[in-house]
């Protein structure tokens, strides 16, 4: 299978994080990395749009011709093939409760910042009817969810609780593309979130 | 344990339709609705904030006073323990599909009717910064993603394919919801989509 995929964006990060973090093997599971040039316009080529109709990257694209996209959908993928050192959780409870700390993440956190982005950046003017008073609404919106993310670090090792999960995944990946908006984690402003973010940075799975 | 509802949101309706279409029994799985009421700003209540610190609505409070919010964490939680009628897959393939479909419906669809709402609708005013060109902006983008999901179902039964899933269930609350902003489904212009529309629709699940 091939995984189309960009070091820059924060989305195929998260993929290469969670298969770094399961340990599967790239030669032995027959996945090859392919990148994608979004700088170069390529995600809108005829040819990724049959395999992505929604745009979005990265693109697991199966033996058989399928195409999956979306990260949690193609980390689901993974979770379901390799069951070993589990990210999505073990039992219903556990398997609710990351999938809610994911989304919560995802729809507060990272939608806040990927939108101050999106609707400020002249990157993409091209493909988005930008609205300036929306970049910076998000902007603050960003700012609040930073620090709400701080507070509940202080009573949580990790964002789902004692184990580490994909929700560490992606709210790691949304902390380090918020820098985008021109937003880094402020140790004094944000103890909690600061000391999470030393110790799953040093995690090899960070580094993919 | 208390599952925390509202009959005129979309959300709560997710997982009640969920509940239904897996032949869940309230009273044997021991499931007690309490209906919460949004108009009278009770999901901003002390008490509310605590179970659902997101605010989200719906919200599981299990026995053990641990609460699940996002509906599709709810859904993921029953779906584990109730395995029959799988609306979320069956195997690895599957289960990635379903949530890709899933997603792409929440992602593109859904937020842009729930964004144009939001950003247009007084009763919004005193908890969101307005910003009503972007109301506008997602409008435009519902009705361009309403025209895609019909030229989708001209070739696929269902969201997800050849069998009903939680993509369907996530589809139809988004399109009933689009009433909100103004929009209803048209035959002559989106046949496909009131192909599926009538079908689903007809289905016991849509009417609890």
């Known amino acids: 299978m091939k995984l189309y995929d960009n070091k820059m964006a924060p989305n195929p990060r998260r993929v290469r994080m969670f298969i770094a973090e399961k340990n599967i093997s790239y030669s032995q599971a027959g996945i090859e990395l392919v990148n994608v040039d979004i700088a170069k316009g390529e995600t809108f080529s005829e040819t990724f749009k049959k395999m992505s109709p929604y745009g979005g990257l990265p693109v697991l694209e199966l033996d058989d011709g399928d195409c999956i996209t979306e990260s949690m959908a193609i980390c689901r993928y993974f979770e379901e093939l390799y069951p070993e050192h589990p990210l999505m959780g073990v039992d219903a409870k556990s398997k609710a409760m990351i999938e809610m700390w994911n989304r919560r993440i995802e729809i507060n956190l990272y939608q806040s910042i990927a939108m101050s982005f999106r609707h400020g950046n002249p990157m993409w003017k091209s493909v988005t009817t930008q609205v300036a008073e929306f970049s910076q609404v998000s902007g603050v919106n960003a700012d609040k969810n930073i620090h709400k993310l701080d507070k509940h670090l202080k009573h949580s090792e990790y964002v789902a609780g004692h184990e580490f999960s994909v929700a560490d995944i992606t709210a790691l990946c949304a902390i380090d593309f918020a820098k985008v908006i021109g937003r880094r984690i402020n140790e004094e402003k944000h103890p909690h979130l600061a000391r999470w973010h030393k ?10």
């Open 199 to 208: 110790q799953v940075s040093a995690r090899d799975s960070a580094k993919v």
